[in-house]
């Protein structure tokens, strides 16, 4: 195998220790402002490419927003959960390839079938491109297919942002009847596969140390393989905004999931209880409201539809806007691996109001200084804390500036990129 060059169209180089890297990133779901997937793939792959690496992103729907000099390759999936009709049953006549069985065949015994599938597209895609990649770094789909495209000769670094076998345990905790119960067994059995998986994997990096914690407790993954990379923000897009004044009773947060895990049911409830007190108290929800769902219930049967705003498909500039009208940002998750949204509000100065789940005092530092600190699942915490950042504007104002403060001096885009680039390299090595 040779330094540097490559000997041949279909031979693989090994890079020097100062070579550009030519990296297949995958992710197999990119929501571009809503969730952590888009996010991460949006900035990271940017900031790769600003160190002189090349990277591809191949993505399945919904698909991410990428800087123009990240190519981005599509691998459609059968889209089974898009926002307009999800959970549909695919037609035979969309079944075109063995992939598209494969993940029909998955939805169809009541499993999220969507990793698997994808794992399975892009080693059918890679397989044919071994010689023009270095590496592949795995966005947290943890799919069988993976093990097929090291076996193909390109070495993968897996991301897990957090286990899913979190959230499986919290949807059982939270599940409402024995069917429910039952039905969230079935739907998250796709992560005994990402267990199998991640064990496999020579190299894994993840964000926080409580995710590396549970990562390792519940996947079952070997502590000298596994690692830390915080992720980032962009100071210079998330932050105050001169000009822009705060309204006294507007909130915000993000409706990334409707999932027991994310705790918008708590935040919902304890927006009620401060209505009584403040009868034109707003929240305002960045995502799109899903049909049936557990926050669409809650707010029908809480009166609150003249209370909550729910902002989707827009430009992140208007999302650092809405940041700086809103008196507080809410984190109202039993749970985090780190949490993108805490620190995009911190960086802009928001007061930030956030559980204790998982990761997050990691991320949100300590109560009363850069952040409003609150137990988690507990509406009464949760509107204790949102009256204490309303009733008090300048203290506010005062952890606002703290919040940012320990951002920027913390976490950056460049800071996360470099050191991904570290295991870049120490995986190529040990490969």
């Not at 267990?195 to 000298?224: F, G, M, W």
């Not at 929800?285 to 609150?304: D, F, M, V, W």
């Amino acid at each position: 195998m040779q330094t540097g060059t490559d000997a041949g169209p279909n031979s693989r180089r090994r890079p020097g220790p100062d070579d550009p890297l030519r990296i297949a990133y995958l992710t197999y779901r990119g929501k571009p402002h809503v969730g952590g997937q888009g996010v991460y793939t949006r900035h990271l792959s940017k900031a790769l490419v600003d160190l002189g690496h090349h990277v591809e992103v191949l993505s399945g729907q919904p698909y991410p927003i990428v800087d123009e000099r990240v190519p981005l390759i599509e691998l459609p999936s059968l889209d089974i959960y898009n926002d307009h009709f999800p959970m549909r049953m695919p037609g035979l006549w969309e079944l075109k390839t063995w992939m598209d069985f494969a993940e029909v065949t998955a939805f169809s015994t009541g499993t999220f079938p969507e990793p698997l599938a994808f794992s399975l597209r892009a080693w059918d895609h890679l397989k044919r491109r071994t010689h023009e990649f270095d590496l592949v770094q795995d966005n947290q789909c943890l799919g069988y297919g993976l093990l097929a495209i090291e076996k193909s000769g390109l070495p993968v670094l897996g991301t897990i942002h957090h286990p899913i076998t979190v959230d499986r345990r919290i949807e059982m905790e939270h599940a409402e009847t024995t069917y429910q119960k039952y039905a969230k067994a079935r739907w998250y059995a796709f992560t005994k596969m990402q267990t199998r998986v991640a064990k496999r994997l020579r190299r894994i990096i993840t964000v926080s140390q409580n995710s590396y914690d549970d990562i390792c407790r519940t996947h079952d993954v070997s502590p000298e393989k596994l690692f830390v990379v915080p992720v980032g923000v962009d100071p210079d897009l998330f932050k105050p905004l001169p000009g822009v004044e705060r309204r006294p009773h507007q909130i915000i947060s993000t409706a990334s999931a409707d999932v027991a895990m994310k705790g918008q049911r708590f935040l919902l409830e304890a927006l009620a209880k401060l209505r009584t007190e403040y009868p034109d108290l707003k929240l305002v929800l960045i995502g799109r409201l899903k049909e049936g769902s557990i926050a669409q219930r809650t707010i029908e049967e809480l009166g609150l539809w003249d209370a909550v705003e729910f902002v989707s498909g827009v430009s992140d500039e208007r999302i650092v806007e809405l940041y700086n009208e809103s008196a507080c940002a809410v984190v109202p998750s039993l749970y985090e691996g780190f949490s993108l949204p805490a620190i995009e509000a911190m960086a802009t100065g928001c007061p930030l109001v956030a559980t204790t789940g998982g990761a997050l005092p990691e991320v949100t530092g300590s109560d009363g200084e850069t952040c409003y600190s609150v137990a988690p699942a507990d509406s009464e915490a949760l509107a204790t804390g949102i009256r204490r950042a309303l009733d008090d504007p300048e203290g506010s104002a005062r952890i606002g500036a703290a919040g940012r403060d320990r951002v920027i001096t913390r976490w950056s885009w460049r800071n996360t990129a470099e050191r991904t680039v570290e295991h870049y390299r120490a995986l190529l090595a040990e490969s």
